[in-house]
């Protein structure tokens, strides 16, 4: 299924609304994880406006498709997405990392908000995916369990046992996402500690594996439907995406990883997405 | 006859839960037969997930099942259980979830060895807000803590030993949570125990009252988290000191927290039983228990110490 002009662009608008949003949040907070919040704040809105089955008026809906931000830094994206369709007040956005806030640096259980479980030591997202989709077929409900992972935090082992488990229990309704930005906070990924060849990695362990342009909104979502090609088994879907995409200066660095912009970053970057928006409009 | 090992009472429970709650999956990381869980997996191969020698994800998932509204039952050995998978527990008492942690080879093993003893389980579990720990001293009091648990939401860790404990309660007797169990009054001394640590209180007191003319209060302490600190105070402010006994490193464990707690509200001179800062040795477990200071003469010179003080 291709996009139509139309909804790619909406879409398109959408995901830049969401970024401007980041980065509001992440500079009035002073605090906060802008590069990699960018780099997946696409797959977030299109996995809850395009991919999983919700109930917009109820995030608890029993019938629900479950997500697990396993890359708990990435709150901000989360919480933006979650705000763009309507499971959070906007307002409530801007008071991220602020004392009394329910929106924490990184996010905590809230199923009103449907945050489902909390996240943030990292590596620990896979193993709760498995639980969630042993949980599903048990009870013969045809429910999907999506988890996005950093690339950084599969150095974690507790996601390579879970990758064991997955496949051992033939988990086909559970779908993993890498954010392949290639940069964690000390460096490159394949400087710090190497994870390639990846794709080879999670096939040896019994995945159905594919690697997608994640900046491609049209690649992302066929990458959805050509998943379900592997049959009984776990899938993974490796996508290739920029760390701090869409903001020149936050772009391919570690420096934003966890670092707010300055006044003047942050108009900046402001002025940047918008530039990105009058061009698509 | 001999006693029934708390593994067996603990895996027979499984399996009579398993059949008036669907909702009871059980975990286990490749121990099912040393920890009995192999007799719910047999009765319910579909709730039943051997996990592998994999105590992180194990734990991991079951914040998963957690979630999707199961009761999931985390076991193994309980030093691999708590330690391996700490920040994962950490994380089903963070989000409150309705996850049973109960895990078998609490305290000294036996001839395992230092590796495998759990002498610092009770403190990784209890510095977790939102869990209750539990430790039984009996078979009678192990099941009256698993009806509590699974009646009661949310995350609960039970220390087992690997073999089994000599009967000290009746079949009367109620388990109420927080609350010490007394089991002998007395009024110059008050011992105050876990575990095992009940039962070698239990026996010492009685021994010792032959020789010292001195009368010693018991109390087994089956909740080492909630404690019902009003409670304790009224049981043991009459007497002179408090002597703790425990299976477990002195350094932040039971009596650390009783120590606090009496200090807190009631100071009285205190004495304290375990393992001396150390991990243990192989051996016979009745041997280790006596070189490693938990016997009868150590509690008798821990007394008499504290009626010097007074």
């Known amino acids: 299924m291709e996009l139509s002009k139309t909804v790619e662009k909406k879409l398109l608008i959408d995901i830049l609304a969401i970024k401007k949003d980041i980065i509001k949040m992440i500079y009035q907070a002073q605090s906060g994880h802008p590069g990699g919040s960018l780099s997946c704040a696409n797959i977030i809105y299109l996995l809850y406006n395009n991919i999983m089955k919700i109930n917009r008026e109820n995030p608890q809906w029993s019938e629900r498709d479950i997500f697990i931000l396993s890359k708990g830094h990435a709150a901000p994206a989360l919480y933006a997405v979650l705000s763009k369709i309507g499971f959070i007040k906007r307002d409530e956005l801007f008071t991220l990392r602020d004392f009394g806030s329910n929106l924490q640096g990184h996010p905590v259980k809230n199923p009103k908000f449907g945050i489902e479980v909390s996240t943030g030591s990292l590596g620990m997202g896979l193993s709760i995916g498995v639980g969630c989709a042993l949980a599903a077929k048990l009870d013969n409900e045809p429910k999907n369990i999506y988890v996005l992972l950093g690339d950084g935090e599969l150095d974690e082992g507790a996601i390579w046992e879970a990758a064991l488990a997955g496949s051992h229990y033939k988990l086909d309704n559970l779908i993993a996402i890498v954010d392949r930005n290639g940069i964690q906070i000390d460096g490159s990924t394949e400087e710090i500690m190497g994870l390639e060849p990846l794709a080879d990695k999670w096939k040896a362990f019994g995945w159905g594996v594919i690697d997608i342009n994640g900046s491609n909104l049209n690649e992302m979502i066929k990458g959805f439907e050509r998943v379900k090609q592997f049959i009984g088994k776990p899938k993974v879907i490796i996508s290739y995406l920029i760390k701090g995409a869409d903001v020149s200066f936050m772009q391919h660095t570690r420096k934003y990883h966890g670092r707010a912009p300055n006044k003047t970053e942050y108009e900046k970057a402001l002025k940047e997405l918008e530039e990105i928006e009058r061009s698509i409009v | 006859m001999p006693e029934t090992d708390l593994r067996d009472t603990f895996g027979n429970f ?149 073999g089994a404990f000599p009967t000290i309660h009746d079949e009367n007797y109620q388990f109420s949570i927080g609350k010490p169990d007394i089991l002998k009054e007395g009024d110059d001394i008050c011992l105050i125990g876990t575990g095992y640590g009940s039962i070698l209180a239990l026996e010492s007191a009685l ?34 000191g408090v002597v703790v006994i425990e299976e477990h490193n002195i350094y932040c464990g039971v009596g650390s927290i009783l120590a606090r707690i009496i200090s807190e509200n009631n100071p009285l001179p205190m004495k304290f039983i375990g393992i001396d800062n150390s991990f243990g040795e192989s051996g016979i477990r009745e041997l280790l228990l006596n070189a490693y200071s938990l016997n009868v003469k150590n509690i008798k010179e821990k007394i008499i110490e504290l009626i010097k003080i007074n």
């Open chain 2, 14 to 162: 499984l399996v009579d839960m398993g059949k008036v709650n669907n909702n009871i999956v059980v975990l286990d990381a490749d121990l099912s037969s040393s920890t009995r869980t192999f007799k719910f997996a047999k009765e319910f191969p579909d709730r039943f997930f051997n996990m592998g020698v994999a105590e992180q994800n194990m734990v991991g998932t079951a914040l998963g099942l957690a979630i999707s509204g199961k009761i999931p039952v985390v076991s193994g050995f309980s030093i691999f259980t708590t330690g391996r998978a700490w920040e994962f527990i950490r994380f089903a008492c963070h989000d409150n979830l309705n996850i049973k942690i109960i895990t078998t080879h609490g305290g000294i093993v036996g001839k395992d060895g230092s590796t495998h003893n759990a002498l610092e389980d009770l403190s990784l579990m209890s510095t977790l807000p939102n869990l209750t720990v539990l430790i039984p001293s009996d078979n009678i009091e192990l099941i009256k803590i698993l009806e509590y648990t699974f009646n009661k939401d949310g995350p609960i860790y039970i220390r087992l030993p690997r």
């Open chain 2, 207 to 240: 021994e010792i009252q032959k020789t010292l003319k001195i009368s010693i209060k018991v109390i087994n302490l089956p909740s080492i988290k909630p404690i019902k600190k009003n409670k304790l105070i009224n049981e043991i402010k009459n007497t002179k």
